[in-house]
Every structure is written in C-alpha cells, then in structure tokens.
C-alpha cells in the first residue's frame, strides 16, 4: 500500500474521533425495522446510487468500525485499516469496480457488503457508486410519510425517474404536470439523462443559495423552479445560471410550504401622487389576451381598459395588443414578443395566464408584469382581481328578498382561489333580509349533481356563477340570477367591471413613482384586489327590480362604496358550527380571500378534487383554493339534511 493511502486513512481517521466525539453514531437498519422478516423485499438489480444518501449499514457488525459518516475509527494497524487502503489505492489507481450491496428503504441506503468501500468514496469525495440494490417495502401506512414513498414508487415505475424525491404524494402529480408526462409515458434515455445530470447541478446550486430560512427539500426547491421556469432550456444551464435564477425567486423558496403573505392593496395608486407626473418618455405598455374581442366578452372588457387608458393618457402611454395567447407557449411567446416590442409594462388580462406570467416576471424582472388574478403563491409577481364578493352580497340581498321561499340556490363554477368569498358573500346577503335563508350549492363542472335532498324543490331563485372563467362572447351559457318557476333570468341587476380605472391608476402610478412606494417586505406578495370604493366594480339595477327593494340596495351599495359596511365584520359560522370570525370584528382581505369553508347557511360542500370533470381538474390545479391545489382535505358535509 501506498504512503498516500496511509496519510489519507490517518486524516480520515482523525476526522472520524472527532466525529465520534459529537456522538454521531451509523445508523443500523435492522435495528430501525426492529423486525425486518415483517416486510416484504424487491430485488431492484445493479445501479448507480448517490453517496449522499448512503446513510448506514444493514447489520450491527460494522457499528464500530465507522461513524455516521463512514469516517473509520480503528488504528491503522488494524486489518480494517489496512483493507481501507488498498481499496484507496486501488480507487486512485483504476477505480473501484464491484458493486456493493445496499438495501434501501425510504429513499436512504443501508450497507450489506461495501462499507470499507463507501468509506474510501465518501472520503475522496465521489458522487456516486454502483450498487446491488434490494428494496425494502415499508408498511403501508395513512402518515404524509408513508403515502408519499409509495406516489414515488408508482412515478417511477411509470416514467422510471428515479432520482427526484418529494415528501407530498400529491406533488408527485404536479411534477408529472411539469414534466409534460403523460401516464405510462417514459422519456427517451438521452433526456433522462442529461435531466438526471443537470439535476445533480441543480442540487449543488440550491445547496449554495440555501439559508437558514429556507425549509423544503431539494426537491421541492426543483417544483417551484420549474413553476417559475419551465422545463425548456434547463438541461442547458450552468451551475452559476441555476443559482442567479434561484436567488430571483428566495422568496417563495423561503416562504415554501406556506404561500407567500399578500400585501393586499385595496387603496387607489395615485391618491397621494396624482399631479407629480414627471417629464419621461412614453411608458409602453403591451396587453395579452387569450382571445380576440370578437370571441370573447372576457377580452372585450380589458381591451374597453386599454382603449380607455389610450385616449386619456395619449401623451404618457403607448398600448399594443397580443392576441390568442392560448396555450403556454403561446403566452410566453407573446409576453416575449412584447418585451421585444420595448413593453416595460405588460398586462396578463386573464388567471388562464398565471403561469407564463410568473415564469416572465422571474426571467425579465426589469419588466413590471401583472397578471389579472388573485394569486398569493409568488413575490416576484404582482396580480389584480375585482372584489366579486361585494356584488354577490347584494345579489344575495335581492334573491332573499324576492324568494318566496327560505330556500335559494347557488350554482359555483370553479372553487379558484378567492371564489368561495362569493359563495359566502351570497348567503351573508341572504341572510341579512331573511335569518332563515338556506343556500343550496351545487357546481356546473362536477361529474354529477351534488344535490340529491328533497328540500331542494322548494328553490325559487339560483344564483348562476360563472362568468368570470367563461371567456366566450357568444356562449349558450348565462349568468346570474334565475327564475326557477318561470324559467328564465331575472335581468334585474347587471354587474359592470371597469378595469380601465386600474390600468389608468397603476399606470399613473409608475409615471409619478408611486408604484415602487409599494414594496415587498419579506415573504409577501403584492395583490390589488379593488371593488366598489376603487370604481372598478359596479352593480347596476334594472328598472323591473321593485322600487323600494331597489332603494335598500341602492343604500347599502353607497355605504359599501363609502367603505362604511364590511359585510364580512359579523359572527360567522361554517358548516360544523366553528366560529370563524367573531362580531364586531373584520376579516382580513387576507382571510377572506384563503376562505376555504363554507357558511352553515350553505347546504352542499366543496367537493374533492377528483369530483370534478378532469377538464375542471386541470384548471383547479393551478387556480384552486390551495388546499385543493394539495389535494389535502374534503370540505363541507355530505348529506344535505344534516344541517336541518
């Protein structure tokens, strides 16, 4: 043996006492599975393992001999010590050739046959190393644990990646998602490969970045990444590019598993700063749209925005327009089109556009880029949405009022994120006019009705929701509130969102440098979510509404715009009686807007993610309330007459 082998087991072995001496000890499989005949073994075959998840040895033999490092601990005249070094020199020289023996069980190994061997690769710092590989099935068991490793089996005997370890179930489907894999489907070997190398740099430039402050694992850390930057382009990247786009998104990173804390912005942009316009250029500003005007009222609302910020601000602002931005190459292709263009501002007019608008913003963070939503999960982002649940109060009002019954209906669309407020809003109205208002929910894209009671046949009145997602100008489909006797809609109030007042705000906003007053402060993200009191949204009432239910509407519509009534500032009780805000307080915007809980006034649930049709699925996945997103709970009651 060699002087060098000699020298390096000595280090080794000094490292090792010290080691030794903080009581870190290697970890014994047999001694973790108390009885290791109780589980079941899967032969797995020859592969290559990463070092770093070599964490002990399967039996008590070798105890003694290591620590939890594979740092050896006997004296260099010891057989142990001379088979460690001339498997040193036997590694420097040709490298070491035969596999060892590993079991492994949650994602960690455990050594059989190969301690002395791991020791000499851990020590000269290796990667990795081939191994005879035997898995060891843990029981099956309902803890996050135990469902999260059996996900990871079924992902990789699906697509055979077998290197990405998540500790959500439910985050083994997200990253399917973004990996663009179908089920069953595998990738060719030569992107396999060249992802599982990138993913090995993606590691270490995580590791780098990585504070205190930051508690997911890695791959975590690799779902946001790919949220924010998609897959295109990753293989390419060097460990230095990996890191500088971490750094632009620590703040999602820091706040991961929780989202990001709003800064809800609920004042006008340019209150204070409105005649401080300073002597600029033109800001030039581009609008996305996923449709044309022509097919869609969605787009005929924003594109009335942007032709009203036009005409007023002729001298301060430029507008262009992008069209059929459907998919998400589409919109990122458009974004990047309009950035060319020189747009410093561009507005993403639909939630359908989140995820392009949040890879953008974190690819081209000198340009300011909205997305019209109510989104929380990102800092990097800024998004704007209407504060629908003040209109559903009134419209909750009116129908309470004109039923001639204690029973209405509520047909929801889609539970997005800052939707259930609405639901909640309508039957706050409700019951403000008639304590014994009940509201029967039920969802036009579930698989089937929800509502099966027989109480149900005495619903007069149903609100009808679904505008804000149906894009099309021409649909079949309305909205709003309908007469179930004589079936038809009411036509007595009509909601009307002004998004030009926004787009001339916030556009003010960045001329007198007032937007940037707004900052970030830690893990928040900043949402301008306006109502009634901004002049972004309106109710107009119809002359067929009876007078004098006109004028309490039309009162309580003042006072809400004045911001003397917050309709969310009562007693509050959800479905299972739990006080969820207490009188005389207000909720949060916040609060509001992560509402996942329904009223106990409300008869129906929000139903499981896989109640819905999958084209639903799709879309509440990335827009849903975020414990839908999770796939975490089943809210609300099942049977309808539970809550007699």
């Not at 390419?236 to 998104?249: C, D, F, N, T, V």
């Not at 509201?439 to 509502?451: G, I, R, Y």
């Not at 306006?530 to 006072?559: A, C, F």
Request: contains cysteine; proline residues 3%; negative net charge.
């Amino acid at each position: 043996m060699s002087i060098e082998a000699a020298d390096a087991y000595a280090e080794a072995r000094k490292a090792g006492k010290k080691e030794e001496a903080e009581g870190k000890g290697l970890p014994v499989l047999d001694q973790i599975l108390q009885d290791p005949s109780e589980y079941a073994k899967e032969r797995i075959g020859i592969r290559e393992i990463p070092l770093e998840q070599i964490v002990g040895t399967k039996t008590e033999g070798r105890k003694g001999a290591m620590t939890g490092q594979f740092l050896p601990l006997l004296k260099e005249d010891s057989e142990f010590a001379n088979k460690w070094m001339r498997l040193y020199d036997a590694q420097i020289e040709e490298g070491l050739r035969d596999p060892i023996k590993v079991y492994e069980y949650y994602h960690q190994y455990y050594v059989e046959e190969g301690n002395k061997r791991v020791s000499v690769m851990k020590f000269l710092g290796g990667n990795s190393i081939m191994a005879d590989v035997t898995r060891i099935l843990p029981k099956k068991e309902k803890t996050q644990k135990s469902q999260a490793y059996y996900a990871y089996l079924d992902f990789i005997r699906e697509h055979h990646l077998n290197f990405i370890d998540l500790p959500k179930k439910e985050e083994y489907s997200q990253l399917e998602k973004l990996l663009s894999l179908g089920k069953e489907e595998r990738m060719n070997r030569e992107k396999e490969r060249q992802i599982k190398a990138e993913y090995e740099l993606f590691k270490k430039a995580f590791a780098q970045i990585k504070d205190e402050g930051m508690h997911l694992s890695v791959g975590e850390a690799f779902l946001l990444y790919l949220e924010t930057y998609g897959l295109e382009g990753f293989t390419e990247k060097s460990r230095l590019e990996l890191e500088k786009e971490l750094l632009r998104i620590q703040a999602d990173l820091r706040a991961f598993p929780k989202k990001l804390e709003a800064k809800i912005e609920t004042q006008p942009l340019d209150k204070e700063l409105k005649k401080r316009i300073l002597l600029k250029p033109k800001v030039n500003v581009g609008f996305i749209y996923v449709k044309d005007e022509m097919r869609s009222a969605w787009t005929k609302l924003h594109l009335e925005g942007q032709e009203y910020v036009k005409h007023l601000m002729p001298e301060e602002v430029y507008t262009k327009s992008y069209f059929d931005a459907n998919t998400l190459e589409e919109q990122i292709s458009q974004i990047e089109k309009a950035i060319e263009d020189g747009a410093q501002v561009v507005f993403t007019t639909s939630p359908i556009m989140l995820r392009a608008s949040i890879m953008m913003a974190a690819k081209y963070p000198k340009v300011q880029i909205l997305n019209c939503s109510l989104n929380t999960r990102t800092g990097h982002l800024r998004t704007y949405f209407a504060r629908n649940f003040e209109v559903q109060f009134l419209n909750g009002m009116i129908a309470g009022i004109l039923s001639e019954s204690d029973e209405l209906g509520y047909i929801a669309d889609y539970p997005f994120y800052g939707m259930i407020s609405n639901i909640n809003a309508f039957a706050l109205g409700a019951k403000m006019v008639n304590p014994r208002a009940r509201v029967f929910l039920d969802w036009s894209t579930a698989k089937q009705t929800l509502q099966t009671g027989h109480e149900i046949k005495n619903v007069d009145i149903t609100y009808i929701a679904g505008e804000e997602f149906n894009t099309e100008l021409n649909s079949p489909k309305m909205f709003g509130l309908y007469d179930l006797s004589k079936q038809r809609f009411m036509n007595l109030a009509t909601r009307k969102y002004y998004w030009g007042e926004f787009y001339k705000q916030l556009l003010t906003s960045i001329l007198n440098g007032s937007f940037r007053l707004i900052e970030r402060h830690g893990n928040e993200s900043i949402n301008y979510w306006w109502g009634l009191s901004n002049g972004m949204l309106d109710l107009y009432l119809k002359d067929s509404l009876p007078k004098q239910t006109r004028r309490l509407i039309e009162v309580m519509k003042e006072h809400m715009s004045e911001g003397g009534f917050n309709l969310f500032s009562t007693e509050m009780k959800d479905q299972k009686g739990r006080i969820r805000n207490h009188e005389n307080e207000s909720m949060s915007l916040q609060e509001i807007a992560d509402m996942d809980w329904l009223l106990e006034n409300v008869v129906g649930k929000i139903p499981k993610l896989s109640d819905f049709t999958e084209e639903a699925q799709e879309l509440i996945a990335q827009y849903g309330i975020y414990s839908l997103q999770e796939g975490s709970v089943d809210h609300g009651i099942e049977d309808p007459s539970d809550q007699r």
